[in-house]
């Protein structure tokens, strides 16, 4: 059972980046080797994958202060909790592995959900890794840095599918966080 901010926001910003690598594989030249004049794409999707990501991380934290907003409306502690939530959540610029644990731990109370970030055949060190690999090139990217980075296809094309992963353990060890900490019942519907 997928967040909202898994299937509403994260997905659906990740097909930008999807649609970059289709457009990317029509202006092929047919030959074999690097493609000249396709490396803005590369860069592109690297920009859309880790927007997407950011934009993910923080409705993910807003969805998540929401699930346990009491059922009396008048509950000033939770409208301060939601308020601090939200305050934090527009000042988060850049969704590192450090920026994302914090955010996190002081919205939601989980210390370290970077710790969850491990699937098969990678570990939560390669996890963080490949996620700082990513934001260094956005960070030249975005900042114009001369000459631009070279960014092959097989690496921007690999980026969705990364982030995708990375939501889905960021979503279980959320998840499992507000039930088993917080006692919320089913934060994400089915």
Not at 55 to 63: D, I, S
Not at 138 to 147: K, M, W
């Amino acid at each position: 059972m997928p967040s909202i901010a898994y299937d509403q926001v994260l997905v659906p910003l990740l097909k930008d980046a999807t649609e970059i690598e289709a457009a990317h594989r029509t202006l092929r030249t047919g030959t074999t080797g690097r493609q000249w004049r396709l490396g803005s794409l590369n860069r592109t999707a690297v920009v859309m994958s880790l927007s997407a990501w950011e934009a993910y991380v923080e409705e993910l934290v807003k969805e998540s202060v929401t699930s346990f907003k009491p059922a009396v409306p008048a509950n000033t502690l939770w409208q301060s909790i939601n308020a601090d939530a939200r305050s934090k959540v527009g000042r988060f610029h850049t969704p590192n592995t450090d920026n994302v644990r914090t955010l996190i731990a002081d919205t939601i109370g989980l210390q370290d959900v970077t710790m969850s970030w491990h699937w098969q055949h990678t570990t939560v060190q390669q996890a963080k890794h490949r996620l700082g690999v990513a934001l260094t090139y956005r960070h030249h990217i975005a900042h114009g840095v001369n000459p631009r980075p070279t960014i092959h296809n097989s690496y921007a094309s690999r980026l969705p599918a990364f982030f995708k992963t990375l939501g889905r353990c960021t979503d279980r060890a959320v998840r499992d966080y507000l039930v088993t900490a917080l006692y919320v019942p089913n934060p994400w519907p089915q």
